[in-house]
Each structure stands twice: as structure tokens, then as C-alpha cells.
């Protein structure tokens, strides 16, 4: 599921810079006014989204021998009541937030590194704007491809072959994902040719599912019930990433402009190494019994 919804927005991003560059040829307000424009139609369809926060609730309400569990009174206000439930969600496990953080870098490579790359590949290897949006194009394009065709081809084989259950089989991944973000990143900071900065590409695209795989095992690692908040954590998250990584993108560009065209790819020299620190993390983390919620204190930091 979250490989899909992350291919339709990677599907725009392969098709929408291209068709925006035509129409900035006749005149640079088209695509602006159209975007405007496509960002105001799916509104509406927002009014046939159902609610879905008390779903489980009223599953186990309608079974028939459910019984209702008095709540017991509190005088607390409902925001630290929130604020205590997330310090809970965050405490009882070291797994959730080592793997939580990791959408800080997701985020800031999002912001960051995609709005930086184009500018990066047309100045470093002397080529038009225009080559660079197309070579930009076809990262997107090998992404769908990644995400929709070949995990979930691997994450099918390890299933039905080899047996892994759901939770090995997302770290498992999300562990190869990491390692090929990281070699990736690092490659497009030193690769200095425009054939190596795509074979540096392609090996990036081959990591591109691991916020969706650490999304799905973080899932796997809360109760039903908390499945909300932890995806509120993860979008502030997400939203200190992008605040931030555009600024700290463009400042380490301009540092790297000041040593020459090798400087260029300080920004994502950096981000290869902020994955690398991350994928220590994710090695660390354990698959244990009983992770769909409640964990064994003694179990907290087994090995």
C-alpha cells in the first residue's frame, strides 16, 4: 500500500517537469496558474472521505460478546493526556524512535537533495536545464519501476520461498534499501562524469523504499490504537525535515562552491552519511515475539 501511493506521486514528478518545461518555453505563468489550478480540483473529493479514527472501536463494539471496559475518569486536560500517550508510545520501546528519526533524513533528501539535483547536474557536468530535467525524469520513471514492480516481486519471494513473515521481511529490506540510499548518495557527491552521476542514480533508486518500509514496520510495532499517533509523530517529522533541509542544502551548495566543482556535492556527501548513520540504527534494531504492542520490559534491549 504505501509503495503505491508513493509511485503516484512519483509518477507526477516523471511526467509534470517535462510537460512544465514545454509550457515555460511558450510562457513561464502556464505552469504556474496550472498548478494552482490542479492543486484546488481533488479538494472536493475530500468530502467523501469517510472517517475512520473509531473504525476498530465499533468492530469490537458489534461483536457479540464483546464486553465494554469502563474508562476511568481523569481531570487532566485532552492535550497532556496526548502529550503523556506519545512519551509512552516513545519510552516503552528504543526501536520507535531510533527508526522514527530516520524521517528527518527522508524528508530533508525530499526538499533538500531533489530541489538541489537538477541545479547540481546542469552546473557540475555543463549541461542545459533542459537535458537535466530529463535526466531528473527518469530517476522518478526507475523509481515506479523499483517500487511497484521489483520490492514487491523480492517481497513476495521472500514470503512464499523463503518464509520470512512480515516484520523480518520489511527490515530485511528496509536494511538493503539503506545501505543502497547511502552508496548512492555518495556516489552522486563524487561521481565526476555524467555516465557515472547515472549509474550513481540508478543505485540510489534501488533505496528509495526505505521510508516506506520503516513506515510499515513501525506500524507493525504499535497497537491498532496508536497507529494515528505515531503517524502524527512521523509527520512532524517529516515537516522539521523539509523545513530545514533546504536551507542546510543550500547553504553546504554554497560552501561547496567556494572549492570548485569537486565542492558540488558536499550537500549530498553529506546525506550519504547521514544514511549511513541511520542504517547502524536500523541494523540494530531486532524483530522480537509479540511486537504488535506489548513488549517484555526484560526484552527492551535484547540484542
Keep these: 500500500m504505501f509503495f503505491q501511493t508513493s509511485s503516484a506521486l512519483l509518477l507526477m514528478n516523471f511526467l509534470m517537469p517535462p510537460l512544465a518545461a514545454v509550457l515555460m518555453e511558450i510562457n513561464p505563468w502556464i505552469p504556474i496558474f ?22 476498530h472501536k465499533r468492530n469490537v463494539e458489534l461483536e457479540p460478546h464483546a464486553i465494554p471496559t469502563p474508562k476511568a475518569t481523569s481531570e487532566k486536560p485532552n492535550w497532556l493526556v496526548s502529550l503523556q500517550e506519545i512519551g509512552s508510545l516513545f519510552t516503552r520501546d528504543w526501536r520507535i524512535p531510533g527508526l522514527a528519526v530516520t524521517f528527518l533524513v527522508h524528508m530533508y533528501s525530499l526538499s533538500g537533495a531533489t530541489l538541489l539535483l537538477l541545479q547540481y547536474v546542469s552546473t557540475r557536468y555543463s549541461i542545459t536545464f533542459s537535458k537535466a530535467t530529463f535526466i531528473i525524469s527518469l530517476r522518478s520513471g526507475f523509481s515506479i519501476a523499483v517500487l511497484l514492480i521489483l520490492l514487491p516481486w523480492i517481497s513476495h519471494c521472500m514470503a512464499t520461498r523463503f518464509g520470512f513473515d512480515t516484520k523480518r521481511k520489511d527490515l530485511t529490506l528496509a536494511r538493503a534499501s539503506v545501505l543502497f540510499a547511502s552508496l548512492g548518495w555518495i556516489l552522486i557527491a563524487l561521481a565526476p562524469s555524467l555516465p557515472l552521476f547515472v549509474v550513481a542514480v540508478s543505485i540510489l533508486v534501488l533505496g528509495g523504499g526505505f521510508s516506506h518500509l520503516v513506515r510499515s514496520l513501525l506500524t507493525s510495532l504499535v497497537l491498532p490504537g496508536e497507529v494515528a499517533k505515531l503517524y502524527t509523530i512521523l509527520s512532524v517529522l517529516d515537516t522539521l525535515g523539509m523545513m530545514g533541509g533546504s536551507a542546510l542544502f543550500a547553504w553546504l551548495f554554497k560552501v561547496g562552491l567556494n572549492h570548485g566543482d569537486a565542492g558540488l556535492g558536499l550537500p549530498f556527501l553529506c546525506l550519504g552519511i547521514l544514511h549511513v548513520v541511520f542504517a547502524g540504527i536500523v541494523f540494530c534494531v531486532r524483530i522480537r515475539s509479540g511486537d504488535r504492542g506489548e513488549v517484555e520490559e526484560d526484552e527492551l534491549f535484547e540484542p
Excluded at 35 to 53: C, Q
Design 34 to 55: 496550472l498548478g494552482a489550478v490542479l492543486e484546488v480540483i481533488p479538494l472536493p473529493l475530500f468530502v467523501f472521505v469517510p472517517e475512520t479514527l473509531h473504525h
